[in-house]
């Protein structure tokens, strides 16, 4: 009997047999998951990134377009006054847009729930990391506090605004899809955003007004109906960026692809079906 080379396994002879104690185990195989699709992680890091981003930048007041001032009604408008995260916030509802559009409502729902439990985890962090006692060396303690510290009325008012804009503005995407089909990408988009964005807006200033020192209907309706369309126009002028990312996941998740053969096949069939119905 001799060893082979490559394996290390004994190696039997014509008419020679093999001790059974010289026979080697092979090593178990490990098991791993596989994922399905190979997008889908890269839009769910991106859609909690901006989220939790947005948290931590929205700390920020900003005051953009300083030559504008007008009165129309209730309106005036000295600058647009808004937050730090006004360039990343609409991105969450285009990854939402996206999402929906190409995966489902179900899916974004797991994945507006996931975001929740994130940006919730991150204050609860940034409020314990506030009260934990600050090494001699430390001199940001103060700034820390201004950035990352949690006020409770801002908090729900946040959580509370995303999860209704974020369900709405997937709910109605998806409808309008069961009704168009492919077709008319531009009306979901538009339509599912107004809906989203303005309900997100909405509940937030809501909740958060008096927190802010706002305390008449009129500074009220100014910053709600103002950020509102501001988030909007924001979203609109970049659809055809939303359009063309759509667009390319669409064709290259083959899921999707078998989703819209299977649909296809099944049109084929009732076509064929309806002259012998006649």
Known sequence: MTESVLSG???????????????????????????????????????IGVMLISNITGTKGVLLFRFIHFTAGPFTMNGLVTDGAFYLFPAAYILGDVISEVYGFRVMRRLIIAGFGVLLFASLAFIITIHLPAA??????????T???????FLIAGL??????????????????????????????????????FADTLVF??????????STWADFTNYTVIGFLWKTLVEILVMPITYRVTGALKRREPSYQEALRAIEAAERQDAALQPSQS
């Open 9 to 47: 396994r004994p190696t039997q002879r014509p008419g020679e047999s093999i001790d059974p104690g010289q026979r080697t185990k092979r090593p178990a195989a490990p098991a791993f998951a596989t994922l399905s699709s190979p997008y889908f992680g890269i839009l769910v890091a991106g859609f």
């Open 136 to 145: 001699p060396f430390y001199t940001g303690q103060q700034a820390f506090e």
């Open 147 to 153: 950035v990352a510290g949690v006020v409770p009325r």
């Open 160 to 197: 509370a605004g995303y999860l209704c804009g974020e369900f709405l503005n997937s709910l109605v995407l998806v409808k309008m899809k069961q009704r168009s089909g492919e077709r008319k990408l531009w009306a979901r988009l538009l339509g599912s955003t107004v809906v989203g964005e």
């Open 205 to 214: 200033c809501s909740i958060a007004a008096g927190a802010l020192g706002i």
